[in-house]
């Protein structure tokens, strides 16, 4: 009894600690720069970018080790992904991704990671530690988008021709459905319970929401914005908050991000942020949401308790994916 | 694909636990009729092809027209719509018929493919190509669908039922010139036109631009120095064609010369310094291998490998057409033309074909709505519809003929 008090005593201590220390704690986003072959480092506690990394060419997919330590980058043109160490922003080695590597998704555990061949119409599955492929999955014609369900079992995969989203289990690399989508899926992000999965389709102009146990399309946000043109509205990135009440979703070349009332998928509002919006990632306490802007080059940062845009950082050329270290 | 085993592992605890109960019977049962989704039944779908090889050039030509134009897009497509179908159980097969000396008749290719059970025709053809077939095959279901001729009679007074245009028509080509010079504000146009009837033609539609985005045209001559741009080196000519540019008053000259004969030996030799367009310099165009935006990179990369050549406006066409039909089928889950035809004019029928925005028919004429590029040579300098231009339905619907305006009254 005693004990448990005392225990409940640290973490009211904690908190009283962390709301002392200020807005947030200090994470590192690192941006990919689709045409300027770098990542570009931004601290998420000044929102200034405190380094430029070289990578290899066109650099699409961002995503970090658990540990944060090292970095993963698909250098889509080189055919490779590139391994950085946080710690002093070098290409510390390459792994073998198969050809055109555009996005990917890490196990859960921190290993295998789960690639997205867009020229080749396959997913690659690459044993991290050992580069070695470790299974290659054929798919729709340029497969994209990568979501992995919470319990790490299911990972799906988004083909931006054959308009699907393809189910993959990741004990058999054996494609076991198939939902089809609106045109050009870009992104597929579950929900933390696991029971639904999002889908972008950029031409399409829709989000689908998917049953997952059943695997059926029980929903379909559309977007209307005031002054933009219907075809200027192509969603692509979409993040969901831990809590499952709000959806982000970025527009494209509508320049904005939706707010989503994600249990009654009500598009709540429209935050204007800068041109053609791609990406989205969270900080690890949700309170940050980084944009990244590709004609503008810039990266917007969105406040996600106050849903309002707080800064822009200029990036380098181009920039395409966002990953946020853990810590 | 369908693996019962893998598919019980992403299944809650409670059913997990009626599955195992039920494991004997599944093992008598076929998993399709329990799955929530039926499996779907296998679908083969044909599609045709009939083109013409472009004869090869005289003499040294550094950008001919591959033997295979149009057909390498073909193949595309329908590799693409066969890696959709895996999922689907749908495979494509293609059908083509080059067109030669020997066998040059359009109406007995389409009647050979037709014989064959063939119900969706790609023609990558001239207009009265076009116009015979579509009639040779109006009986028998067919769906023409037109990849190679921008006529605008074709979507207008010759319109017909059973074709669908996947080219721009020439008046939504010169409405996307006409309207980037309008964002330039260069409203001055010296028009110079070609000999051949599709020069005149090309001619008309930059007329009709002009009057509707009220641009004016301040000088018209005809071009009359032969086909200079194939003439080799130097000519005597050169002055003469530099002196008929003189003493006018514009702020660009468009070229109206299908064939390419003469328009790319305008630009840099006019006696003022002026921009150059239309049929060559700055082009509106469906495809060209500086795009890359809208994933389009990924098509360039998936056609040079296939093709060993880069892809040109034709073999986009054709890939397009074929993509059409996958699309459609994969959407209705039929190959049946009696259900394809109606719905690709529905407003859920939408193509993604790498142009930012989805692609759809326009009812009236069965013409397929496109953003269209407007490029140089060595890079795209604007797409249309331009921003700003408006319309109450679509801003493609700025591009070509609207339904007040149409004539097309299909029988």
Redesign the interface.
């Known amino acids: 009894m005693s004990r448990r008090i005392v225990a409940g005593l640290s973490v009211v201590a904690l908190g009283t600690w962390v709301a002392l220390c200020g807005p947030a704690a200090a994470f590192t986003a690192y941006v990919t720069n689709e045409k300027g072959n770098s990542v570009s480092v931004i601290d998420s506690n000044t929102m200034a970018v405190t380094a430029t990394w070289k990578v290899g060419r066109r650099p699409r997919g961002v995503t970090l080790s658990k540990d944060g330590k090292e970095l993963f980058v698909c250098a889509s043109d080189d055919d490779r992904i590139d391994v950085l160490d946080t710690s002093s922003g070098k290409v510390v080695r390459s792994l073998r991704s198969g050809p055109?590597p555009e996005q990917f998704i890490l196990d859960a555990s921190g290993n295998p990671l789960y690639v997205a061949n867009?020229?080749d119409?396959q997913v690659t599955i690459i044993d991290i530690e050992k580069n070695k492929v470790l299974a290659e999955v054929?798919v729709?014609?340029?497969p994209e988008g990568m979501g992995l369900?919470p319990d790490g079992?299911?990972l799906v995969n988004t083909?931006?021709?054959?308009?699907?989203a393809?189910?993959i289990?990741t004990?058999?690399f054996?494609?076991?459905?198939?939902?089809?989508v609106?045109?050009?899926p870009r992104f597929a992000e579950f929900t933390a319970d696991g029971k639904f999965l999002w889908v972008s389709a950029?031409?399409?102009?829709t989000v689908s929401v998917i049953d997952?146990?059943?695997?059926?399309v029980i929903k379909k946000i559309t977007f209307k914005i005031p002054s933009v043109?219907?075809?200027a509205i192509?969603p692509v990135g979409i993040r969901i908050t831990k809590d499952g009440s709000k959806a982000f979703v970025a527009l494209g070349?509508a320049n904005r991000v939706a707010v989503i009332d994600a249990k009654t998928y009500t598009v709540e509002k429209y935050l204007p942020v800068g041109q053609r919006v791609w990406q989205l990632a969270f900080t690890p306490d949700q309170k940050q949401l980084f944009t990244t802007n590709g004609t503008s080059n810039d990266v917007s940062v969105i406040d996600v308790a106050s849903e309002k845009v707080v800064k822009s950082i200029p990036v380098g050329l181009l920039p395409w994916g966002v990953a946020i270290s853990p810590n | 694909?369908?693996?019962p085993?893998?598919?019980i592992?992403?299944?809650?605890p409670a059913?997990r636990q009626w599955l195992r109960a039920g494991l004997a019977v599944l093992a008598l049962v076929p998993f399709s009729a329990w799955a929530?989704?039926p499996a779907p039944q296998p679908l083969d779908t044909s599609i045709g092809l009939i083109y013409r090889p472009q004869p090869a050039p005289s003499s040294y030509d550094a950008e001919a027209a591959p033997e295979d134009e149009g057909l390498a897009g073909a193949k595309m497509g329908i590799a693409?719509n066969n890696?959709?179908g895996?999922?689907?159980k749908q495979t494509y097969t293609l059908d083509d018929i080059a067109l030669t000396d020997d066998k040059p008749d359009p109406v007995a290719a389409a009647k050979e493919l037709v014989a064959k059970g063939i119900r969706y025709l790609v023609l990558a053809l001239p207009a009265d190509a076009v116009l015979a077939v579509s009639d040779a095959v109006k009986d028998t279901g067919t769906v023409v669908l037109n990849a190679g001729a921008p006529d605008d009679r074709l979507r207008g007074a010759e319109c017909r039922a059973n074709v669908f245009h996947i080219l721009p028509s020439r008046a939504m080509l010169t409405d996307a010139l006409a309207q980037y010079l309008t964002v330039m504000r260069w409203r001055k146009i010296f028009l110079i036109v070609g000999p051949t009837e599709a020069d005149k033609a090309y001619a008309d539609a930059v007329r009709n631009s002009a009057r509707k985005f009220a641009l004016k045209i301040t000088a018209e001559k005809p071009w009359t120095f032969g086909p200079l741009a194939k003439a080799r080196g130097d000519t005597p000519t050169r002055a003469e064609a530099m002196v008929f540019t003189r003493g006018l008053d514009y702020d660009m000259a468009i070229v109206a010369d299908e064939e390419g004969d003469w328009g790319d030996y305008v630009p840099y030799r006019t006696v003022d310094p002026r921009p150059v367009g239309g049929t060559q310099a700055l082009t509106p165009t469906t495809w060209s291998p500086v795009l890359e935006t809208w994933?389009a990179a990924?098509a360039q990369?998936?056609f040079r490998?296939l093709a060993g050549r880069l892809m040109r406006p034709l073999d986009y066409q054709v890939w397009a057409a074929v993509r059409t039909v996958g699309?459609a089928v994969?959407?209705k889950k039929t190959n049946d033309p009696a259900v394809i035809a109606p719905y690709l004019v529905e407003p859920e029928f939408?193509?993604?074909a790498y142009k930012?925005?989805?692609l759809s028919f326009r009812p009236w004429d069965h013409q397929l709505r496109q953003a269209i590029i407007v490029v140089q040579p060595k890079a795209l300098v604007s797409v249309a519809p331009e921003q700003g231009f408006l319309h109450q339905r679509?801003?493609?619907d700025t591009l070509g003929v609207d339904l007040p305006e149409t004539t097309c009254k299909f029988k």
């Open positions: 055109d867009e020229d119409s054929p729709g014609v340029e369900s079992k299911v083909s931006e021709t054959t308009n699907m393809h189910f289990d004990k058999t054996q494609v076991i459905d198939n939902v089809l609106d045109a050009r950029e031409v399409g102009g997952v146990a059943q695997r059926r043109n219907d075809e192509q070349p | 694909m369908h693996n085993a893998a598919e592992r992403v299944r809650s059913q929530q989704q693409d890696t959709t895996r999922f689907t994933g990924q990369n998936r490998r699309e994969t959407a939408t193509l993604p930012g925005v989805p679509t801003p493609l």
